[in-house]
């Protein structure tokens, strides 16, 4: 069992734990933390497959995770925004199905 | 030229009755003597032909039209007089259907070839159409309904033959007939043509229109309707299905029987009817009966095909111009004292083959014929036929004697029909051989049934015997209406609720709405995704 | 030149998305123009040196391969970007009446708009899958910004709930991505075919990939995201997501599988796409069929319609790759004109709610037509480009003596008549009160005239196959039959 | 031995944050240990060998997301304060099923990963030939500007393209409200931020100087320096604006700007597109960049299409 | 010159209309004047190109125009002697109705889609009649199906809608079976030229249940439209379409496409022979048959008369497929001429049937009562109608049973002969009461809803049913002219067998 084992495993409870969070959570901010969770799991289950170079880590993955990492918080910042103006439309910080007229204007 | 002009004029003319009254007078004018158009081709005896006229037209007079032309020309004449004189309301319509019938008599007789005589034959009977419906009631209604039908009936037979025929020899000419002799005993065309034109002439058991239509029409088209229009029945038969050399005598016997159970059970069906116009009527169903024998004469005597064929054409101008005299008489005379009473009893007596008149000879030629042949017993039957026709007229003239015309009048037009019925018929036969030297076994054949009639109605008069009223009017076709009283019910139109047409669309809507609610949850599609991942892997993995 | 052209293909949009930021809200326009107008004529140098000379492919900073990012333009994606790019043009005339620089969101429209248009023209040249990866994320989120643009609220939960899916797709997407690298030591799509061999690893990675696309292309069952994305977002917005967006996806499902992994045995995957493709045609169609709004409908037809574009991996033939791009061709048109003709109704009416519709064909009748004619080519009707894409897919499944696909084609068209006849009789019905439409607001006759463009284009595009077809045929994976 | 002990005790950390930021009790505690998760991911990149990803999670992951998250949800109690009482978490009988379905599959993905017969990572040794021409130490920074600088160029758009469309939904009435704290006068704050703004300018700078050679880049230095224009901000000397501003907004697309035009001028001579001539060009593109990061992450932060200076007293 | 001339006269005959539909869509509901010489100016045009390609063809050309649509797939239109039969129907007929449906819609709402529509219908029918091949011939049976919808949702109401529903779901699905036949076909044998006496004979060996089922399916979906049993159930329902539509939809257009298209089916795709070859002419004769006499007794069913025609449509069409199924020179020869005398004759009673209801709100038979006498000249052209469906001479029906029932018995096919008895027996149970009530019933006092109208529109309306009257009659009466329509079918029919 190497630390690269480890991770991995702890990649999958963490992906777990963000699907998990993902479903349940009526939030929509805790929703956001489950995907980035997921997310992170992700990046580091790409690190730590990643073969080393004749003992040197492979740059490319890690450079792969760098650009994913700036892309998820993007993504993030804008879902804040996009929440917080939903909230202030609706007064709701939720995707509830209950709250969707069908068929809204 | 003439016999287009025959077959146009009255067309014409009926084409100008629906216009305003001043484009009329020309109609006006001509309309009592269009019918005086037929002897012209009767005096040039044309052959003509045109291609581009339908399928093709052509239009003679030969032997075997002559004397219908003939009847034709003088019985429509005289009665388009009579009616001239006698029809009030309603004319427009009356005189539409009264040259249209002429046109199409006029065609149906010139024809030469198939397709003429059937469009001739179509205008005719939808023209007549309009005659037997002029007097508005629910008996005209009535009986217009039942001629229809029957007619249609026999037009379909007829168009089956036809089309029939034409799929064999298209539309061919009558004189190539003889030509295809095997063809045409081998269809059933044959039957359905004899059947189709049976219609028109009365022949039991399809005589069903006859009894109730000829009584309903105004006089004048009583007339021609009995006198006239059923003749075109056989001039169909005789265009269409003469007797041919090959043809088996059981043919012959059965037409031949066929016409003289008409010829009887018109008469008795006749003697229990109680307005001189059915009576009249049924006795024109009886004489037809009696021309389809002669007719099935030519079939079973081939050897004297022509004569009898030549006596056919003469039975018929006899009966037509006579039977039109005593319709006529229903519409003016009866109360005219002496004068009517000559003028009603001498039709009668020639339709009853008193010695001397056309009906005699015309008895007398077929006796004649049937002499030292296998039909040898058919002599005393026919002989019979006449007790049979004197008894029917007896009756006739009782009802008459007790019947009330408004305005009587002496109409000219009557007596010169009587006339020409005794004069005519003479005339022809005296140019076509038909008349047999005086014999007096002969004379004797023709009085006994007459005395047999005398003794039968002053036992009948003894005896106080009534038979009227015991058979309706038109007899089976009661029986026929009564069925068809259900059909209407069959065909009503069943008004189907009208299904709200979005049930299915909000069945569909609910469940969209259903799938969607859950769908649109983030579990779902992580779900979906989920699974569809396991499923493209299985499939990806081989 | 044609390095220089691709080069400005992509950046000049992306340089003028700067300049409507930083530039003063007067040189808006200027920005637009310069971001938009060149590029059919700058297409124009590529499009010649592939048609002369075949795929066409620049190594980036001068690194090639396995090193740095390739562009590869072959006829295929030289197709899509001319679509991409005439697409854009023709809805941005529209865009420019809804959104005239002066506007209150014009300045947040533009920009948006042209990284979109910039994001599409760099995903459609890209060889490198991660590269496709940033691409995709830069057109998604933009994509989203646009449709939340107007801030109303079933826009915004629309787009919230688009983001969040997306960024799931994404990240399968990425880890597919991962797995391959880990396989294979190469990102470039095009050096996979010869280095990714099916062990189970790889299979895991093209499922995963797959089904983030997937996602993203809204394939039934995963398409729960886009009716409400499509049918509430401005007009142009809703008519470039629908032409464009969503099909790229399966056009880089395509890359990966006739391109990436084409020596696999997948008649078993392709049937499941298939099975998918045909549930889509059926569900989009029934959905819609219920729908009270127009866009609405419209949008669900895209769900439907997107279908086809997935049968295209059972068939798996020359026909019917033909049929596919041009049903991608045909239906893109048809669909944009459809979008801005409805934003056109919805703008002059202030709803469009179907029952509300009665009679509209004689205020506004250059937009029903529009729908109308658009509706025709998407029921496949000829003579339209439908009906050609139509025609195609059939001869393919003939040829493939594919009957189930055969029928499933035939049904799809009527499913599809069935939904839209459904607004066209609406439109045709009289209002019940004279005054219904009082209140009509004017379209701008520019509006019109962008969705009536497009409409006849997807008519005429009935007409003029040949060359696109051939071009197609030029951009054919190796080794697929006819 | 003790590395495995360590290694638990990050991954034992992780697993205890993330459930925990989901399922705290209160929305802020959520938040604050998803920040705290930010802090125990760069260790665990440390102990992975990618310090640059360490550094960028530090700075990114948790610092500049956990302050977009904390302003947020200012946002959102001002609007409702009571933010979940309300809520009912949806139905998921699946949920748990599902949740393990997902990681083992993720679990069997990695465990697969490692197990498979080691590939030759073409990429990454190409990577590692070329870097000794290039003048660059950092590999990671020579794949991000050089080798594959195209994903950085559309990266920093994505980031652009964020905040585009974070502007485009923010409502924009409410902009000028202050996002200060109470009382932002305090002598303490004054003092404070004198420190800590040259400071963290300083940090900045460095990294980006270091991202060259070792481990640093223009990423990190951006969120170092956004942290910087964070305080500001919170400390009312930076102020949310509608006004259009040049400065701003140069600063906000220097970065892009100029990777773009650096980019395609050596079109002019000849050379392959995006090949960056020289090693100014690389620290240009990546100092630019900073600014513009920096700038974004700010803006986003305020929700605000632009930034005033604000005087106070 | 000549060349050209011969390249772009079938297309010219397609864009006058089409043009003239596009130009009344752009000038919109006000210019009504422009819109009246434009329909009429179109129609005349129409019918003298018509006349002069009739002219070319009649001399032995055959005009042809060509694109390809995708390469191998060419859309042709070409003038034959069988296109230009139905070509000149059309034409001839849309004059007549365009004057007609001026009159009738005279202050209606609409008006432009609805001349719009009209006009681009009668550029789909005159695609139709010159389709090259069976391609192209869909695409314009399609594009009619769509032109004809807005006509026949033209009032706007429910009932229309939902009639228009109907119409499409009947034939937008018989496209979709026609198109998976047709693109099964084209996979076979290439595209599908027509030719006289068919192209498939070679492939009869290999690939017959192919053909039988290709067969059925474009049977299907020609029949839909052809309204055979059971495929009819658009037809009466589209009744609530204005007379003008119903008058083109039942006379030229719609059902005689789908005739017209049977027509080239059997004769030029297939060819008679192999057609009875593959054992498919008996179930088409029965089809036919049942379809005949099913629609009679439909039609003496109904009340309302519209419905009653519409039924009479459904029985009367079927005797074009009756003769082509038949086989045989005399019977194909009766069914095409009935393509031409049961659109004369059809016409008329429509435009009557519209004209009772726009000038006295007539529309039940019971209502129709002494109405001969309020309007003499409808009332006649109407009775020249109903005597021709019966099939009495001398009007044109007459001619087409006289040639279907000998070319019936010409082929053995005896049994025939009593459909069309039986069919001729049932009709004139149900027209005849028509005429009946219509001549010799009294008049009631007042009439359902009289409309008060101008003499030039009466005249207009009387006068397009006179003259299609006066036509049908003639080309009963002249039938034997070397220029009738019979003749002229019977030198098509020649071709088919030599």
Redesign the interface.
């Known amino acids: 069992m190497d630390s690269a084992t480890l991770y991995v495993l702890a990649a999958a409870v963490l992906f777990g734990i963000g699907v998990h969070g993902l479903i349940v959570s009526a939030h929509l901010m805790r929703k956001l933390f489950a995907i980035n969770i997921m997310g992170s799991s992700i990046f580091i289950l790409l690190v730590a497959t990643a073969t080393p170079i004749s003992g040197q880590a492979d740059p490319i993955p890690q450079a792969l995770v760098l650009t994913g990492i700036v892309i998820a918080v993007s993504a993030t910042a804008f879902g804040l925004a996009l929440m917080v103006r939903m909230s202030q439309e609706t007064g709701k910080a939720t995707l509830a199905v209950e709250d969707e007229p069908e068929n809204d204007d | 030229m003439s016999a287009v002009l025959a077959v146009v004029l009255p067309l014409t003319l009926m084409l100008l009755f629906p216009a305003p009254e001043r484009y009329r007078r020309l109609a006006i004018a001509l309309t009592p003597w269009s019918g005086a158009a037929l002897f012209l081709p009767l005096l040039t005896r044309p052959e003509v032909a045109f291609s581009w006229p339908l399928l093709g037209v052509s239009l003679r007079v030969d032997e075997v039209n002559q004397p219908l032309i003939l009847l034709t020309a003088v019985a429509w004449n005289l009665s388009a007089w009579f009616a001239w004189n006698t029809i009030e309301r309603d004319r427009r319509w009356f005189w539409s259907g009264w040259l249209g019938a002429l046109s199409g008599m006029s065609l149906l007789l010139l024809a030469g070839d198939i397709a003429s005589f059937y469009i001739g034959y179509a205008l005719l009977t939808l023209s007549a159409y309009l005659l037997i419906t002029h007097e508005h009631n629910p008996q005209a209604w009535r009986a217009a309904r039942v001629y229809l039908v029957m007619a249609f009936v026999g037009e379909a037979a007829i168009l089956s033959g036809i089309l029939l025929l034409a799929g064999t020899i298209g539309n061919a000419d009558f004189a190539s007939f003889t030509g295809h002799h095997e063809t045409l005993s081998a269809s059933p065309a044959r039957w359905l043509l004899l059947a189709g034109f049976a219609v028109k002439m009365g022949i039991m058991p399809l005589h069903l229109w006859l009894p109730l239509a000829h009584p309903v029409a105004p006089v004048p088209a009583s007339a021609i309707l009995s006198g006239v229009i059923v003749k075109a029945g056989l001039m169909g038969w005789l265009r269409f299905v003469p007797g041919l050399p090959e043809d088996p005598a059981w043919i012959g016997w059965t037409l031949i029987w066929l016409g003289l159970f008409t010829a009887f059970a018109g008469v008795v069906i006749g003697l229990t009817q109680e307005r001189i116009k059915t009576v009249l009527a049924y006795s024109t169903i009886s004489q037809m009966g009696l021309i389809l024998a002669a007719f099935g004469l030519t079939i079973l005597l081939p050897d004297q095909r022509n004569a009898l064929l030549a006596l056919v054409g003469f039975m018929a101008l006899h009966h037509g111009l006579n039977k039109a005299a005593l319709f006529l008489a229903c519409g003016s005379s009866l109360a005219l004292g002496r004068i009517g009473t000559v003028l009603f009893a001498l039709p009668a007596l020639s339709l009853s083959a008193f010695p001397f008149t056309s009906g005699y000879l015309a008895k007398n030629a077929l006796k004649a014929a049937v002499h030292h042949t296998p039909a040898e017993i058919l002599g005393v039957v026919l002989a019979l036929t006449s007790t049979a026709t004197a008894l029917l007229l007896w009756h006739a003239w009782q009802i008459a004697r007790h019947t009330r015309t408004r305005n009587p009048s002496l109409q000219p037009s009557w007596a010169l029909l009587v006339l020409s019925g005794l004069v005519l018929p003479w005339i022809w036969a005296a140019g076509h051989d038909l008349i047999e030297p005086v014999k007096i076994y002969m004379l004797w054949a023709a009085v006994w049934p007459l005395i047999l009639t005398a003794v039968i109605v002053a036992a009948a008069v003894r005896l106080n015997w009534r038979a009227s009223g015991q058979i309706p009017e038109g007899d089976l076709v009661v029986l026929v209406e009564q069925l068809a009283g259900h059909l209407p019910r069959l065909l009503a139109q069943r008004e189907r609720r009208h299904r709200p047409h979005s049930h299915l669309l909000d069945r569909l809507h609910q469940l969209q709405g259903f799938f969607e609610h859950h769908q649109r949850s983030v579990q779902a599609t992580g779900l979906a995704a989920l699974l569809l991942i396991g499923l493209l892997w299985l499939t990806l993995w081989n | 030149m044609t390095?220089?052209a691709l080069?400005l293909i992509v950046?000049l949009p992306?340089?003028a998305a700067?300049g409507a930021?930083?530039l003063?809200?007067a040189w808006l326009g200027l920005s637009i123009r310069v971001g938009l107008m060149p590029l059919p004529l700058l297409l124009l140098i590529p499009t010649l040196e592939v048609l002369e000379n075949g795929a066409y492919r620049?190594?980036?900073?001068?690194?090639s391969a396995?090193?740095?990012?390739a562009w590869q333009l072959d006829p295929l994606s030289l197709l899509m970007l001319w679509l991409n790019v005439g697409m854009t043009l023709l809805i941005s005339l529209h865009a420019n009446c809804s959104f005239r620089p002066g506007q209150p969101?014009a300045h947040?429209?533009w920009?948006?708009w042209l990284?979109l248009f910039?994001?599409m023209n760099?995903l459609l040249l890209s060889a490198?899958l991660?590269?496709i990866y940033?691409?995709l994320?830069?057109v998604t989120?933009?994509a989203?910004?646009?449709i939340?643009?107007e801030?109303?609220?079933?826009a915004?939960?629309a787009?919230?709930?688009y983001?969040?899916?997306a960024?799931?797709?994404?990240?399968?997407y990425?880890?597919g991505?991962?797995?391959i690298?880990?396989?294979?030591?190469?990102?470039d799509l095009y050096l996979l075919a010869e280095r990714l061999a099916?062990?189970?690893?790889s299979?895991?990675a093209?499922?995963?990939m797959?089904?983030g696309l997937?996602?993203k292309a809204a394939i039934f069952?995963?398409?729960?995201?886009l009716?409400?994305a499509h049918g509430?977002a401005p007009g142009p917005v809703s008519a470039i997501l629908s032409a464009m967006v969503v099909k790229v996806s399966i056009y880089l499902i395509w890359r990966l599988w006739f391109w990436g992994v084409p020596e696999?045995?997948?008649d078993?995957?392709a049937?499941?796409l298939g099975v998918?493709g045909g549930m889509a045609i059926v569900y989009g169609s029934?959905?819609a069929?219920?729908?009270?709004?127009l866009k609405?409908i419209i949008a669900y037809s895209t769900v439907a319609q997107l279908g086809y574009l997935l049968l295209l991996f059972p068939l798996a033939s020359t026909l019917a790759f033909q049929a596919a791009s041009y049903h991608l061709l045909s239906h893109g048109m048809a669909k944009a004109a459809m979008f801005l003709a409805a934003a056109n109704i919805l703008r002059s009416l202030g709803?469009?709610?179907l029952r509300h519709l009665?009679?509209i064909?004689?205020r506004l009748?250059l937009d029903v037509?529009a729908l109308a004619l658009g509706g025709?080519s998407i029921?496949g009707?000829?003579?339209s480009g439908g009906?050609?894409a139509?025609?195609?897919f059939?001869?393919a499944a003939?040829?493939a003596r594919a009957w189930s696909w055969?029928?499933l084609i035939?049904?799809g068209?009527?499913l599809a008549?069935?939904y839209l006849?459904r607004v066209?009789?609406?439109v045709?019905?009289?209002p019940r009160r004279r005054g219904n439409h009082r209140h009509l607001k004017r379209t701008p006759d520019t509006a019109s005239l962008a969705a009536m463009l497009l409409a006849v284009g997807a008519i005429i595009a009935?007409?003029t196959?040949?060359p696109i077809?051939?071009l197609v045929e030029a951009g054919l994976p190796p080794g697929l039959p006819r | 031995m003790i590395g495995l002990a360590l290694d638990l005790l990050i991954i034992v950390s992780l697993i205890g944050l993330a459930i925990q930021s989901i399922n705290a009790a209160s929305l802020f505690r959520g938040i604050l240990h998803f920040v705290v998760l930010g802090l125990a991911m760069s260790l665990a990149w440390a102990r992975l060998d990618a310090p640059d990803l360490a550094m960028a999670e530090a700075a990114i992951g948790a610092g500049v997301t956990g302050a977009l998250m904390m302003i947020a949800y200012r946002r959102l109690i001002e609007i409702q304060p009571d933010q979940e009482s309300s809520l009912r978490p949806p139905p998921s009988r699946l949920a748990v099923p599902i949740a393990l379905a997902a990681g083992a599959l993720v679990g069997v993905i990695g465990l697969a990963a490692i197990q498979a017969e080691p590939m030759p990572a073409l990429a990454g040794t190409a990577v590692l030939e070329n870097l000794g021409s290039t003048g660059l130490g950092n590999p990671i920074t020579g794949v991000l500007l050089l080798f594959r600088g195209f994903d950085t160029l559309l990266e920093i758009t994505v980031l652009l393209a964020a905040l585009l469309s974070a502007q485009a939904v923010t409502r924009q009435v409410d902009l000028d409200q202050s996002l200060t704290t109470q009382d932002p006068d305090t002598p303490l704050v004054g003092a404070l931020l004198a420190i800590v703004v040259p400071l963290t300018v300083l940090v900045s700078v460095h990294l980006l100087k270091a991202g060259g050679q070792e481990t640093g880049g223009a990423f990190q230095a951006g969120a170092v320096l956004a942290a910087c224009g964070v305080l500001l901000v919170l400390t009312g000397r930076l102020g949310a604006s509608r006004q259009y501003s040049p400065l701003v907004n140069t600063g906000l697309l220097v970065g892009l700007l100029s990777f773009i035009l650096i980019g395609l001028a050596p079109l002019l001579w000849g050379q392959p597109l995006l090949a960056l001539p020289g090693l100014w060009a690389i620290y240009w593109i990546e100092s630019a960049m900073m600014i513009s990061i920096a700038l974004t992450l700010v803006l986003l932060f305020a929700g605000a299409g632009s930034l005033k200076r604000r005087d106070h007293g | 010159m000549m060349d050209q001339l011969m390249f772009w006269t079938p297309l010219l005959t397609v864009i006058v209309s089409a043009l003239t539909g596009i130009v009344i869509f752009v000038a919109g509901e006000r210019h009504a004047l422009l819109r009246i010489i434009l329909n009429l100016a179109a129609a005349i045009a129409k019918l003298l190109l018509v006349v002069m390609i009739g002219l070319l063809v009649r001399n032995g050309f055959t005009p042809e125009f060509r694109v390809s649509l995708v390469p191998g797939l060419d859309l042709v239109l070409r003038a034959d002697a069988l296109s230009m039969l139905f070509a000149s129907l059309s034409a001839v007929l849309w004059l007549v109705t365009t004057v007609y449906a001026i009159a009738y819609l005279e202050r209606s709402p609409n008006r432009a889609r609805f001349f719009g529509f009209f006009s681009l219908c009668v550029a789909a029918t005159m695609g139709i009649s010159m389709a090259g091949n069976l391609l192209t011939f869909f695409i314009f049976y399609e594009l009619l199906t769509l032109t004809t919808w807005p006509l026949v949702v033209h009032n706007g109401t429910a009932t229309a809608i939902r009639a228009g529903g109907t119409y499409l779901r009947y034939t937008l699905s018989g496209g979709a079976l026609f198109l998976v036949g047709l693109v099964w076909l084209y996979g076979i044998s290439g595209p599908q030229a027509f030719v006289a006496g068919g192209t498939l004979a070679d492939h009869a060996v290999d690939a017959r249940l192919s053909l039988q089922i290709i067969f059925v399916l474009l049977t299907i979906g020609m029949g839909v439209k052809a309204a055979l049993f059971p495929l009819h159930g658009w037809l009466p329902k589209a009744m609530v379409a204005p007379a003008p539509v119903s008058a083109l939809l039942h006379a030229v257009a719609v059902v005689k496409a789908g005739a017209f298209g049977l027509i080239r089916l059997v004769e030029d795709v297939y060819g008679a022979d192999l057609v009875a070859d593959l054992g498919l002419d008996l179930p088409l004769l029965l089809i036919a048959a049942f379809t005949i006499l099913y629609g009679s007794v439909q039609a003496l069913r109904q009340v309302d008369l519209k419905k009653r025609l519409a039924f009479s449509t459904v029985s009367q069409v079927s005797y074009i497929i009756l003769g082509i199924a038949i086989g045989g020179p005399v019977a194909t020869v009766g069914g095409i001429v009935h393509l031409v005398h049961q659109g004369l004759m059809k016409i008329i009673l429509f435009f009557c049937a519209g004209i009772f209801a726009n000038l006295l709100g007539v529309k039940r038979i019971d209502q129709l009562d002494g109405i001969g006498r309020r309007m003499p000249w409808t009332s006649t052209s109407f009775t020249v109608g109903a005597l021709g469906m019966i099939g009495l001479p001398p009007v044109a029906g007459f001619v087409s049973k006289w040639y279907l029932g000998a070319g019936a018995v010409e082929a053995g096919r005896t049994w025939v002969v009593a459909i069309l008895v039986t069919s001729s027996v049932l009709n004139a149970a149900y027209f005849l009461p028509v005429l009946k009530r219509i001549w010799l019933h009294p008049p009631p006092d007042q009439w359902p809803h009289e409309a008060r109208v101008s003499r030039l529109e009466t005249g207009s309306l009387v006068g397009s049913a006179i003259v299609a009257a006066v036509l049908s009659l003639g080309v009963g009466l002249l039938a034997g002219h070397p220029l009738s329509p019979l003749n002229w079918v019977d030198s098509i029919v020649a071709g088919y067998f030599p």
């Open positions: 390095t220089e080069a950046f992306l340089l700067a930021v930083v003063p809200t620049i190594a980036l900073a001068g690194h396995p090193l740095g990012i969101h947040r429209f920009p948006l990284l910039a994001g760099a490198d991660f590269n940033v691409t994320e830069l989120l933009t989203i910004g646009l939340a643009l801030g109303k609220p079933p915004l939960r787009a919230m709930r983001l969040l899916l960024l799931l797709a994404s990240l399968l990425l880890l991505v991962g797995l690298y880990g396989q294979t030591g190469v990102l099916p062990g189970w690893l299979v895991t093209i499922a995963l797959i089904v997937l996602i069952p995963l398409h729960a995201w009716p409400a509430n696999w045995d997948l078993r995957a049937l499941l998918l029934l959905a069929l219920v729908q009270q709004r609405l709803t469009d709610r009665a009679g064909d004689q009748p037509f025709v029921m009707l000829p003579p009906f050609l139509k025609w195609l059939l001869e003939w040829s055969l029928i035939a049904l068209g009527l008549a069935a006849f066209l009789a609406v045709c019905l009289h009935g007409f196959s040949a077809l051939d």
